[in-house]
């Protein structure tokens, strides 16, 4: 017990900066505890969005396992979590967001802005977690589609997630990756690890590694990120 409660007071420690580098204002309110079973999960990221935007402190340890897609979601593919459409922060300490195998197709994250859906606002910072088992079948971005949000990643990987482009992320927003990976992802055309269509993407000490068929991919006159 002692053991956790460290675990909890060091995440709580880290999701002060996770949430002011997303939204300043709107993460007043005290993180949202979130424990370890996919409803809670689910639940936390509705709250955030209902409220504007929040802090989610994930439980340390943890494997939050999908079983099946909560939102509807574009570009060809549901994804399994809400979608992200206000400034939400995850704070995570060995902490892993998969979709079950025996699930049907769905990737786990989406985040919307506002060439996505009108008035969305989806910021996405996470750290310490990570994503996997994705698959957008024939859509874009098997472990994370950012559609015109922003996606800020520090201490993470995407690994184990396919899809048609960008079967780790697809981006056509803003991608920042800090101290994290991208690998062993698929795409069925193009961008194994990250696909950018628009935006920018910037790797800070991470590596995009060891994806199918290639680690980084872009349509013209977009460079890809690697």
């Known amino acids: 017990m002692r053991a956790i409660h460290v675990l909890r007071t060091l995440m709580a420690a880290a999701v002060v900066p996770l949430a002011s580098a997303s939204a300043p204002d709107a993460h007043a309110a005290s993180p949202i505890v979130v424990a370890c079973g996919e409803s809670a999960l ?4 509705n709250t955030a969005n209902a409220a504007g935007g929040g802090s989610l402190l994930l439980a340390p340890l943890c494997t939050y396992t999908l079983t099946s897609a909560h ?20 704070a995570g300490l060995a902490t892993r967001i998969t979709r ?13 802005g506002p060439s996505q859906v009108p ?6 910072t996470m750290g310490a977690v990570t994503v996997s088992g994705g698959d957008a079948g ?5 472990g994370i589609a950012n559609l015109g949000g922003s996606v800020a990643l520090t201490g993470s990987t995407v690994r184990d997630s396919k899809a048609s482009y960008g079967g780790g992320i697809y981006t056509d927003g803003t991608l920042i990756l800090t101290g994290s990976s991208v690998t062993a992802n698929t795409a069925g055309v193009n961008g194994g690890g990250i696909f ?11 590596g995009v590694v060891g994806n199918t068929p290639n680690n980084c991919g872009a349509l013209p006159p977009v460079a890809p990120a690697c």
């Open 196 to 206: 950018t269509n628009a935006g920018g993407v910037v790797l800070i000490g991470s």
């Open 119 to 124: 008035g969305a606002n989806g910021q996405l």
């Open 42 to 45: 689910v639940d936390a990221v």
């Open 71 to 90: 939102s509807s979601g574009g570009a060809g593919q549901s994804p399994g979590l809400p979608n992200i459409t206000t400034p939400i922060s995850m």
């Open 138 to 142: 024939l859509g874009v971005g098997g």
């Open 100 to 112: 079950a195998p025996s699930a049907p197709a769905f990737r786990i994250f989406e985040v919307d």
